[in-house]
T-cell receptor, first 115, second 112 residues
Framework: DQQVKQNSPSLSVQEGRISILNCDYTNSMFDYFLWYKKYPAEGPTFLISISSIKDKNEDGRFTVFLNKSAKHLSLHIVPSQPGDSAVYFCAARSLNSNSGYALNFGKGTSLLVTP | ETGVTQTPRHLVMGMTNKKSLKCEQHLGHNAMYWYKQSAKKPLELMFVYSLEERVENNSVPSRFSPECPNSSHLFLHLHTLQPEDSALYLC???????????FGEGSRLTVL
């Protein structure tokens, strides 16, 4: 059963505008959320994260918002640039009593920023 | 060299072959992971090693056999795979198991 869902497989945005990538989760025990970015033929790279005790974290053009009551988080990229074109994965951390922390990933959203 | 490196980057094998994927991390981390990425699916955690001890095995078929000889190296031994095992296999490492993973570039596996 998928606990982290990215319901939009793809998104196209014009350069300079805002990109909003969404992620929903079902497990209220997740305590930490991360966004990863992946270019073709490369591994995912960490982009930004947020603790469950916060509702916003900002790093330059990237801001992640967390709405715990709705079990929803979003990644905002402003302004979007062509180099932001990549697949973005949402991940959520859970604690397993036997094996420790684990990350649960969504399927990813492919972002295309057009000039 | 820095980060997490995986070899080979591409591998084509028959169903009766035996091959291995290799991962090496130069970050001083003590946890290493194998993930599988299939088309249109989330990244699936396969194995976790913490301090060279396997701490998680997510119901992975025995035709996949991991090995962690030390904290810097991780292998995935492959034997009698099926075509549906074709996927991108990603290695990652982290400092302890606190969350942020550093991924390698992946090994693209095709099983004929």
């Amino acid at each position: 059963d998928q606990q982290v869902k990215q319901n939009s497989p793809s998104l196209s945005v014009q350069e300079g505008r805002i990109s909003i990538l969404n992620c929903d989760y079902t497990n209220s025990m997740f305590d930490y959320f991360l966004w990863y970015k992946k270019y073709p033929a490369e591994g995912p790279t960490f982009l930004i994260s947020i603790s469950s005790i916060k509702d916003k974290n900002e790093d330059g053009r990237f801001t992640v918002f967390l709405n715990k009551s709705a079990k929803h988080l979003s990644l905002h990229i402003v302004p979007s640039q062509p180099g932001d074109s990549a697949v973005y994965f949402c991940a959520a951390r859970s604690l397993n009593s036997n094996s420790g922390y684990a990350l649960n990933f969504g399927k990813g959203t492919s972002l295309l920023v057009t000039p | 060299e820095t980060g997490v490196t995986q070899t080979p980057r591409h591998l084509v094998m028959g169903m009766t072959n035996k091959k291995s994927l290799k991962c090496e991390q130069h970050l001083g981390h003590n946890a290493m992971y194998w993930y599988k990425q299939s088309a249109k699916k989330p990244l699936e955690l396969m194995f976790v090693y913490s301090l060279e001890e396997r701490v998680e095995n997510n119901s992975v078929p025995s035709r996949f056999s991991p090995e962690c000889p030390n904290s810097s190296h991780l292998f995935l031994h492959l034997h009698t795979l099926q075509p549906e095992d074709s996927a991108l296999y990603l290695c990652a490492s982290s400092r302890e198991r606190s969350g942020e993973l550093f991924f390698g570039e992946g090994s693209r596996l095709t099983v004929l």
